[in-house]
């Protein structure tokens, strides 16, 4: 009797500690490893040649920027892909609603309108970003990369920059 007492009381502690974990990762912070080369070299991918935990940056990504979509140009931030939303992209995002900006590809001068921002990666050669798909509706934001938080040589904070001569506000 005392073993099913046991096994009961650690299997509440379990499914407690699993409500509280995942209200956590929804709510105010997760984790996520760097996939794809296209914010290189501020972020290192995880490689397929070596798919254990030494291959690439894993990120805190904090969530309460996106109460009222509290976001800075420059920031980096974690999206779903517009084209296929089961695929999550790291980018920089370099316009806000209301700003103007130049594609590089197109050469066009385009507003961002309401509800959407402008993102690319940092290795433009490498980034699948708004240079293709356009602007992106900011409910595809899942958060803010604040740190890189694995591997311990490159713990630190991710810095918000902008590129020079990207924007114009209006």
Not at 33 to 56: E, I
Request: charge should be positive; charged fraction near 20%; aromatic fraction near 10%.
């Amino acid at each position: 009797m005392r073993t099913l007492s046991s096994i009961w009381w650690f299997s509440k502690r379990i499914a407690t500690g699993g409500l509280i974990g995942l209200t956590i990762s929804d709510r105010w912070f997760s984790f996520s490893p760097v996939k794809g080369f296209s914010m290189y070299p501020t972020l290192v991918p995880f490689s397929d040649s070596s798919p254990g935990a030494l291959g690439g940056d894993v990120l805190l990504v904090e969530k309460l920027c996106l109460d009222k979509y509290k976001f800075s140009n420059g920031d980096v931030i974690i999206l779903r892909c517009p084209s296929n939303h089961k695929q999550m992209l790291v980018k920089r995002l370099i316009a806000l609603p209301g700003d103007w900006i130049r594609n590089p590809v197109s050469h066009d001068i385009v507003k961002i309108p309401e509800g959407h921002c402008w993102v690319e990666g940092d290795n433009s050669g490498s980034s699948f970003d708004s240079r293709t798909f356009g602007p992106v509706p900011l409910g595809l934001v899942k958060g803010r990369v604040s740190h890189v938080i694995w591997p311990p040589q490159r713990v630190g904070k991710v810095q918000g920059r902008m590129p020079s001569g990207k924007i114009s506000s209006s």
